[in-house]
C-alpha cells in the first residue's frame, strides 16, 4: 500500500525557515516524481513544486520561486521542502503527493498524504 | 503561467441529478487536465485523468470531457457520498495550476 507522511509542520515567525519531510513506503520511490500542494485553511489547492524520479526540480508556483527548494533523497525514500523567509500567507496544509505514472510523465497526484500544517504568525 | 478558471464555485443539486462543472484553461493545454475530489478534512482524490480517463476504482458516474482550453466534468447521478469540493488541476506546463474549487451540496 502506498502511504506518504508528512512531517516537520508548526508554529514559525515571520522570516524564518522550515523543513517539511515526506516519508514514502509501498512503492519503489526512485520511480515517480513527487509534488508539494498547500492548502491555505479554507481555501483552494495551490501546487507550490515537484521534483522528477531523478531530483530534477520541475518548478515552482510564483508565489514561493526563491524562497522554497524541492529535493529528494531516494536512498532514504524521502522527500523534502526547504521553505526560507516565511510570510503569514504561506499559513497552509502542506500535503506531498505522488505521480500514478512512473518516470517521465508529470502531474497526475494520484497518492496524497494526510497533510502537516505550517503556521506563520509572531 | 496558466490560469483555470472553473465554474460554478458552489453548486446545489438533488440525489439522483446529472451534475456538470466546467474549466476553462488561459491557453491550450490539450487533454492535460485532471479532476479531484476532496473531502472535509481529507486530502485530494484523483478521479479523471487525461481530462477523460477514469482513475482505477472510480465509479462510473463521474466523468470527463474535452480539450485545448475547455472541459467538463459531469456526475451522472449524484449520490449522497459525492458531496465534495472538486478542482480541475492542468499539467501541461509547471506551475501545474488548480481551478478555485466547485463546492457540491446536497438540495
Known amino acids: 500500500e502506498v502511504q506518504l507522511v508528512e512531517s516537520g509542520g508548526g508554529l514559525v515567525q515571520p522570516g524564518m525557515s522550515l523543513r517539511l519531510s515526506c516519508a514514502a513506503s509501498g512503492f519503489t520511490f526512485d520511480d515517480y516524481a513527487i509534488h508539494w500542494v498547500r492548502q491555505a485553511p479554507g481555501k483552494g489547492l495551490e501546487w507550490v513544486s515537484g521534483i522528477t524520479w531523478n531530483s530534477d526540480a520541475l518548478g515552482y508556483a510564483d508565489s514561493v520561486k526563491g524562497r522554497f527548494s524541492i529535493s529528494r533523497d531516494n536512498a532514504k525514500n524521502s522527500l523534502y521542502l526547504e521553505m526560507s523567509t516565511l510570510r503569514p500567507e504561506d499559513t497552509a496544509f502542506y500535503f506531498c503527493?505522488?505521480?500514478?505514472?512512473?518516470?517521465?510523465?508529470?502531474?497526475?497526484?494520484?497518492?496524497w498524504g494526510q497533510g502537516t500544517l505550517v503556521t506563520v504568525s509572531s | 503561467d496558466i490560469q483555470m478558471t472553473q465554474s460554478p464555485s458552489s453548486l446545489s443539486a438533488s440525489v439522483g441529478d446529472r451534475v456538470t462543472i466546467t474549466c476553462q484553461a488561459s491557453q491550450d493545454i490539450s487533454k492535460h487536465l485532471n479532476w479531484y475530489q476532496q473531502k472535509p478534512g481529507k486530502a485530494p482524490k484523483l478521479l479523471i485523468y487525461?481530462?477523460?480517463s477514469l482513475e482505477t476504482g472510480v465509479p462510473s458516474r463521474f466523468s470527463g470531457s474535452g480539450s485545448g482550453t475547455d472541459f467538463t466534468f459531469t456526475i451522472s447521478s449524484l449520490q449522497p457520498e459525492d458531496i465534495a469540493t472538486y478542482y480541475c488541476q492542468q499539467y501541461d506546463n509547471p506551475p501545474y495550476t488548480f481551478g478555485q474549487g466547485t463546492k457540491l451540496e446536497i438540495k
Open positions: 487525461d481530462a477523460s
Open positions: 503527493a505522488k505521480d500514478i505514472f512512473p518516470f517521465d510523465s508529470f502531474g497526475y497526484l494520484g497518492h
